[in-house]
Protein backbone atom coordinates (compact mmCIF):
# COMPACT_ATOMS: atom_id res chain seq x y z
CA UNK A 1 0.00 0.00 0.00
CA UNK A 2 1.29 3.44 -0.91
CA UNK A 3 0.77 6.80 0.85
CA UNK A 4 -1.71 7.34 -1.58
CA UNK A 5 -3.66 4.50 -1.05
CA UNK A 6 -3.05 5.09 2.61
CA UNK A 7 -4.75 8.06 2.22
CA UNK A 8 -7.83 7.10 -0.21
CA UNK A 9 -8.68 4.16 2.44
CA UNK A 10 -8.40 6.70 5.40
CA UNK A 11 -10.84 9.12 3.57
CA UNK A 12 -13.21 6.36 3.15
CA UNK A 13 -15.63 7.03 5.43
CA UNK A 14 -16.70 3.82 5.54
CA UNK A 15 -13.11 2.74 6.95
CA UNK A 16 -13.50 6.07 9.22
CA UNK A 17 -16.23 4.54 11.06
CA UNK A 18 -14.42 3.06 14.47
CA UNK A 19 -16.82 0.12 14.54
CA UNK A 20 -15.67 -1.05 11.15
CA UNK A 21 -12.47 -3.44 11.18
CA UNK A 22 -11.52 -7.12 11.61
CA UNK A 23 -13.42 -8.32 14.95
CA UNK A 24 -14.03 -4.58 15.62
CA UNK A 25 -11.07 -3.76 16.56
CA UNK A 26 -9.92 -0.58 15.46
CA UNK A 27 -5.91 -0.75 15.51
CA UNK A 28 -3.84 -0.80 12.32
CA UNK A 29 -0.22 -0.70 11.52
CA UNK A 30 1.49 1.40 8.45
CA UNK A 31 4.72 -0.75 8.39
CA UNK A 32 7.25 1.09 5.84
CA UNK A 33 10.96 0.80 5.04
CA UNK A 34 13.15 2.51 7.78
CA UNK A 35 14.86 4.01 5.68
CA UNK A 36 12.09 6.09 4.04
CA UNK A 37 11.57 7.24 7.81
CA UNK A 38 11.71 10.96 7.10
CA UNK A 39 10.00 10.78 3.94
CA UNK A 40 7.06 9.06 6.15
CA UNK A 41 6.78 11.89 8.72
CA UNK A 42 6.61 14.04 6.26
CA UNK A 43 3.48 12.12 4.21
CA UNK A 44 1.78 11.65 7.73
CA UNK A 45 1.58 15.60 8.26
CA UNK A 46 0.33 15.36 4.55
CA UNK A 47 -2.24 13.12 5.02
CA UNK A 48 -3.07 15.01 8.67
CA UNK A 49 -3.71 18.21 6.50
CA UNK A 50 -5.71 16.56 3.39
CA UNK A 51 -7.80 14.92 5.91
CA UNK A 52 -8.38 17.82 8.02
CA UNK A 53 -9.87 20.25 4.80
CA UNK A 54 -13.63 20.83 4.42
CA UNK A 55 -14.16 17.75 1.64
CA UNK A 56 -13.13 15.54 5.15
CA UNK A 57 -13.22 17.84 8.15
CA UNK A 58 -11.42 15.17 10.01
CA UNK A 59 -8.93 16.09 12.74
CA UNK A 60 -6.37 13.44 12.79
CA UNK A 61 -4.08 13.49 16.15
CA UNK A 62 -0.03 12.74 15.26
CA UNK A 63 1.43 11.37 18.76
CA UNK A 64 5.22 10.67 19.03
CA UNK A 65 5.30 7.47 21.64
CA UNK A 66 9.19 8.69 22.29
CA UNK A 67 8.49 12.34 22.98
CA UNK A 68 4.95 11.35 24.49
CA UNK A 69 7.21 9.07 27.04
CA UNK A 70 9.63 11.42 27.57
CA UNK A 71 7.27 14.24 28.48
CA UNK A 72 5.55 11.96 30.75
CA UNK A 73 8.53 11.27 32.69
CA UNK A 74 9.21 14.93 32.67
CA UNK A 75 5.76 15.52 34.26
CA UNK A 76 5.34 13.01 36.39
CA UNK A 77 7.44 13.66 39.82
CA UNK A 78 8.50 10.33 42.11
CA UNK A 79 9.24 13.04 44.89
CA UNK A 80 8.25 16.95 45.15
CA UNK A 81 10.32 18.73 42.83
CA UNK A 82 12.30 15.99 41.44
CA UNK A 83 10.53 14.54 37.97
CA UNK A 84 11.06 10.85 37.06
CA UNK A 85 13.48 12.34 34.23
CA UNK A 86 15.49 13.99 36.44
CA UNK A 87 15.90 10.94 38.52
CA UNK A 88 16.63 8.85 35.89
CA UNK A 89 18.80 11.07 34.25
CA UNK A 90 21.05 11.62 37.53
CA UNK A 91 21.11 8.47 38.48
CA UNK A 92 22.09 6.34 34.28
CA UNK A 93 25.84 7.63 34.97
CA UNK A 94 25.76 5.73 38.22
CA UNK A 95 23.49 2.65 37.68
CA UNK A 96 22.36 2.25 33.69
CA UNK A 97 21.52 -1.17 33.75
CA UNK A 98 18.75 -0.90 37.06
CA UNK A 99 17.81 2.93 34.97
CA UNK A 100 17.54 0.96 32.17
CA UNK A 101 15.44 -2.15 33.63
CA UNK A 102 13.24 0.89 35.18
CA UNK A 103 13.15 2.75 32.23
CA UNK A 104 11.49 -0.30 30.60
CA UNK A 105 8.95 -1.15 33.52
CA UNK A 106 7.83 2.57 33.19
CA UNK A 107 6.65 2.52 29.56
CA UNK A 108 3.83 -0.12 30.52
CA UNK A 109 3.17 1.19 34.02
CA UNK A 110 -0.67 2.02 34.05
CA UNK A 111 0.30 5.93 34.99
CA UNK A 112 1.85 6.11 31.51
CA UNK A 113 -0.84 4.58 29.68
CA UNK A 114 -3.72 6.76 31.30
CA UNK A 115 -1.18 9.54 30.71
CA UNK A 116 -1.45 8.76 26.85
CA UNK A 117 -5.17 8.03 26.90
CA UNK A 118 -5.98 11.56 28.77
CA UNK A 119 -3.79 13.12 25.97
CA UNK A 120 -5.96 11.47 23.62
CA UNK A 121 -9.36 12.24 25.23
CA UNK A 122 -8.58 15.86 26.00
CA UNK A 123 -7.74 16.08 22.22
CA UNK A 124 -11.08 14.39 21.05
CA UNK A 125 -12.93 16.61 23.25
CA UNK A 126 -11.27 19.78 22.31
CA UNK A 127 -11.73 18.56 18.58
CA UNK A 128 -15.07 17.93 18.84
CA UNK A 129 -16.44 20.12 16.19
CA UNK A 130 -14.47 18.11 13.96
CA UNK A 131 -15.28 14.43 13.27
CA UNK A 132 -12.05 12.82 14.71
CA UNK A 133 -11.88 9.26 13.35
CA UNK A 134 -7.96 8.40 13.87
CA UNK A 135 -4.89 8.51 16.15
CA UNK A 136 -1.71 8.38 14.45
CA UNK A 137 1.30 6.90 15.95
CA UNK A 138 4.61 6.75 15.55
CA UNK A 139 8.55 6.97 17.12
CA UNK A 140 8.80 3.26 17.76
CA UNK A 141 12.08 3.33 16.23
CA UNK A 142 13.39 6.02 18.56
CA UNK A 143 11.27 4.65 21.82
CA UNK A 144 13.23 1.32 21.39
CA UNK A 145 14.04 -0.61 22.81
CA UNK A 146 12.10 0.30 26.18
CA UNK A 147 8.60 0.76 24.05
CA UNK A 148 8.44 -1.88 21.84
CA UNK A 149 5.04 -2.08 19.68
CA UNK A 150 3.50 -5.35 20.20
CA UNK A 151 3.88 -5.14 23.88
CA UNK A 152 3.14 -1.15 23.99
CA UNK A 153 -0.25 -2.26 21.72
CA UNK A 154 -0.82 -5.31 24.31
CA UNK A 155 -1.38 -2.58 26.94
CA UNK A 156 -2.58 -0.01 25.30
CA UNK A 157 -5.88 -1.41 23.48
CA UNK A 158 -8.15 -1.64 26.35
CA UNK A 159 -7.93 2.56 25.81
CA UNK A 160 -8.72 2.66 22.21
CA UNK A 161 -12.37 3.33 22.15
CA UNK A 162 -14.22 5.88 19.33
CA UNK A 163 -11.42 6.76 17.35
CA UNK A 164 -9.07 4.23 15.26
CA UNK A 165 -5.43 4.12 15.74
CA UNK A 166 -2.67 4.14 12.95
CA UNK A 167 0.41 2.76 14.23
CA UNK A 168 3.33 3.82 11.80
CA UNK A 169 6.15 0.87 12.01
CA UNK A 170 9.51 1.19 10.61
CA UNK A 171 10.19 -2.22 9.97
CA UNK A 172 8.30 -5.52 8.87
CA UNK A 173 6.57 -8.46 10.03
CA UNK A 174 7.57 -12.73 9.74
CA UNK A 175 6.80 -14.34 12.55
CA UNK A 176 7.56 -11.81 14.53
CA UNK A 177 7.96 -7.99 14.31
CA UNK A 178 11.45 -6.91 12.79
CA UNK A 179 11.97 -3.05 13.91
CA UNK A 180 14.13 -1.57 10.95
CA UNK A 181 14.21 -5.05 9.37
CA UNK A 182 17.38 -5.72 11.22
CA UNK A 183 15.92 -6.01 15.31
CA UNK A 184 13.65 -8.82 16.83
CA UNK A 185 11.07 -6.66 18.04
CA UNK A 186 8.62 -8.83 19.47
CA UNK A 187 5.80 -11.57 18.49
CA UNK A 188 3.10 -10.21 15.44
CA UNK A 189 0.02 -8.74 17.60
CA UNK A 190 -3.63 -8.83 16.08
CA UNK A 191 -3.39 -5.16 14.76
CA UNK A 192 -4.52 -4.98 11.23
CA UNK A 193 -1.61 -4.61 8.98
CA UNK A 194 -2.06 -1.74 6.15
CA UNK A 195 1.12 -2.71 4.31
CA UNK A 196 3.84 -5.51 4.16
CA UNK A 197 6.92 -3.93 4.30
Not at 182 to 193: G, P, Q, V
Request: zero cysteines; glycine letters at 4%.
Amino acid sequence: MTITELYNQLSNKDFQDHQTGNLFFPAYMYMYDATKEYEIDREILYIKNRLHRPNNYLDVMVLDIFEEFIAYLKKDNIVKGVSRYKFYSTQEPLKPVEVDKALYREAYNKRFLEYLDNHIQQHLENAKHYEVAYVFIKGFGNAFPHIRASRFMNNFEKYIKGYKLIMFYPGEAKSYYSLFGLLKDENLYRAIKLINA
